[in-house]
């Protein structure tokens, strides 16, 4: 499963650092690591969605608040 | 459209509101795929009627503003130096030294004399003084001891911008540049007051890699911009200058300064391991130790400058990615031919360049909604100021625990370079890091700003201030993923 994460200007002013901190280490706590690949990307053209993620392709928007959520519906239940 | 008058006070000098024309002209063809048939009409263009604005006549000046337009494009192939000289608008100013003028007072007291160790001077029957170049080495004490200020040294104002001592006179009294001294910081580029002096411009590169890019859909072209741009554009704000670039047709925009908080980490980690450094962020700099004092080069750090080291990220990311780098230097495009660097930056553009980028698409960027530019910290934001980098190296071993004690010596300007060189290579520096920066004040004073201003290094603090993350540690966790 590939995550990925936009840490372009307007995401990070959004908490992107916060999204993949927690998520690295959701997906370590839940040892995913294997499974999942979590990566950065400059900008993903939603930046009024951000912080913009991505999960194989499937896009979705997420904030440092709503993280743990996103991670057990769309990372932890799929992988 | 803004008003000419309005355009000139964008920049420090006319000559750089010339060069800006051209270029400005030169894009607005390229975008509509006209250059070539219509590059001739150019220089008619830009002086259109029958009396000549600038030179002797017209002729003469649209012959010149050809030559502008060929540096517009890329320059002469064959020249491998990025800084080009156009002899015919070189007006081979006097060059001959130390000369007494008609301000001479034919006076009693001879202090001129009295000083002159050489004999060189003498006085004719009205008590004028005269110097005997054959004995004159060019001390320049009589000029000092002058009460009337009446003998002036006429140097030419690129071999005095020159610090390298790279600009020579050839044959025909124009200048002439020594391609192994010159280290393309651009100096002379700014300080010729003809305007004789200039680096070649890749924009065409950046015009034609935008277009076929199809609106970002067959690559992504993206942008790095230098902290610098924080002293720059300041008619707009940042937000709209970033707004700017996306409409030109970057994909996105993206601070040098993460670069230089990665450079920031990886330098001290170096400087720790070693004992000794110095900076390699400074094309310039660097350049100058290799041609200066050659003895010396195993001791510039291996680190990639930060412009390069973001750039291997982008393109790690995204193999395809087109990565532009916008910034006040021309000796970054010089970096960007190296060996190293070359598979890592597509082109490099100048602040001057991407000024006549937006007025080639009738682009005024204060009326442009503001976009955000927000990644870097405060340390890797003020790389683009004398000091800075020195400033960032001990935070980045503060922050990682490195026991080491720094000893950093800022030198900007290339005398300030020269001199902490010269005491390393005889063993007698008090310090185990030098900072070089080849312009004086660091990157603001680079000759590829449109203006230069004491409240510059200011607007970079104050730009590294706003920064969000505010530990260099914060600023890269993120490419760590």
Same mark, same amino acid.
């Given at each position: 499963? %590939? ?8 995401? /990070?002013? %959004? ?9 690295? /280490? ?33 896009? /979705? ?14 990372? %932890?239940?799929?992988? | ?5 309005? #355009? @000139? ?10 060069? =800006?024309?051209?270029?400005?002209? #030169? ?17 008619? #263009? ?30 002469? *192939? ?19 030294? =130390? ?8 006076? @009693? ?10 004999? $060189? ?21 009589? !000029? ?16 005095? *911008? ?31 007051? +003809? ?27 993206? !942008?790095?911009? *230098? ?5 720059? +554009?300041?008619? $707009? ?13 970057? +994909? ?97 553009? &100048? ?5 006549? @980028? ?9 009326? @442009? ?6 990644? !870097? ?6 790389? !683009? ?30 005398? *300030?370079?020269?001199? $902490? ?49 505010? &530990? ?10």
């Amino acid at each position: 499963m %590939k995550v990925t994460v936009c840490i372009g200007s307007s995401c /990070h002013i %959004k908490g992107s650092r916060q999204v993949v901190e927690q998520l690295q /280490h959701l997906i370590a706590e839940n040892g995913l690591k294997e499974k999942v690949d979590l990566s950065g990307t400059f900008c993903m053209g939603k930046c009024q969605q951000g912080v913009c993620v991505t999960v194989d392709e499937a896009f /979705h928007s997420v904030s440092p608040e709503t993280v743990e959520d996103f991670f057990n519906t769309q990372i %932890k239940a799929k992988a | 459209m803004s008003q000419p008058n309005q #355009t @000139l006070r964008r920049f420090d000098t006319k000559v750089q509101y010339l060069k =800006y024309k051209v270029l400005r002209e #030169t894009a607005r063809l390229a975008w509509e795929d006209k250059l070539l048939e219509n590059m001739m009409d150019i220089p008619k #263009t830009i002086v259109p009627g029958k009396e000549p604005t600038m030179r002797c006549c017209v002729y003469k000046e649209r012959a010149i503003l050809a030559e502008r337009v060929k540096m517009a494009m890329g320059g002469h *192939a064959d020249n491998p130096n990025i800084i080009e000289v156009i002899d015919i608008a070189c007006d081979e100013c006097p060059a001959a030294g =130390y000369e007494v003028t008609d301000s001479c007072r034919g006076c @009693l007291a001879h202090r001129c004399e009295d000083v002159c160790r050489r004999g $060189a001077i003498s006085f004719d029957h009205n008590h004028v003084a005269h110097i005997d170049k054959s004995k004159c080495v060019e001390c320049g004490q009589c !000029a000092k001891v002058c009460p009337y200020s009446a003998i002036v040294d006429r140097k030419r104002p690129c071999q005095v *911008a020159c610090k390298v001592k790279a600009i020579t006179i050839n044959e025909d009294k124009a200048a002439a540049i020594d391609d192994e001294k010159c280290i393309q910081c651009g100096a002379c580029v700014y300080m010729c007051p +003809f305007g004789a002096v200039t680096d070649k411009s890749f924009m065409l590169n950046v015009i034609d890699m935008l277009k076929k890019s199809e609106n970002n859909t067959k690559y992504k072209v993206y !942008a790095v911009v *230098a902290p610098s741009i924080s002293s720059q +554009f300041t008619y $707009a704000n940042l937000g709209q200058v970033i707004t700017g670039l996306k409409e030109l047709g970057f +994909f996105t925009v993206i601070e040098a300064a993460l670069g230089a908080d990665m450079v920031a980490m990886e330098e001290s980690r170096e400087l720790a391991e070693k004992g000794f450094l110095t900076s390699s962020c400074c094309p310039g700099f660097v350049a100058y130790i290799k041609s200066a004092f050659p003895e010396l080069q195993e001791h510039i750090s291996h680190n990639l400058s930060p412009m390069a080291r973001l750039a291997k990220y982008l393109k790690e990311t995204d193999p395809t990615a087109k990565v532009v780098f916008i910034g006040p230097c021309t000796a970054k495009k010089a970096e960007a031919r190296q060996e190293r660097v070359r598979p890592l930056i597509d082109t490099v553009l &100048t602040f001057e360049e991407l000024q006549a @980028l937006f007025d080639s698409r009738d682009l005024d960027i204060t009326t @442009l909604p503001e976009d955000v530019l927000d990644n !870097a910290s405060y340390y890797g934001r003020i790389f !683009a100021r004398s000091g800075g980098v020195s400033d960032a190296v001990a935070q980045a071993m503060k922050e990682q625990g490195i026991e080491f004690d720094l000893k950093a010596v800022p030198c900007d300007g290339i005398e *300030a370079c020269r001199m $902490a060189l010269l005491k390393k290579s005889k063993n007698a520096l008090a310090g185990n890091f030098i900072e070089g920066m080849a312009c004086t004040g660091g990157c603001i004073g680079g000759a590829g700003c449109l203006t230069h201003g004491e409240k510059n290094k200011a607007e970079v603090d104050k730009y590294g201030r706003e920064a969000m993350e505010k &530990t260099i540690g914060d600023a890269v966790s993120i490419y760590n993923i």
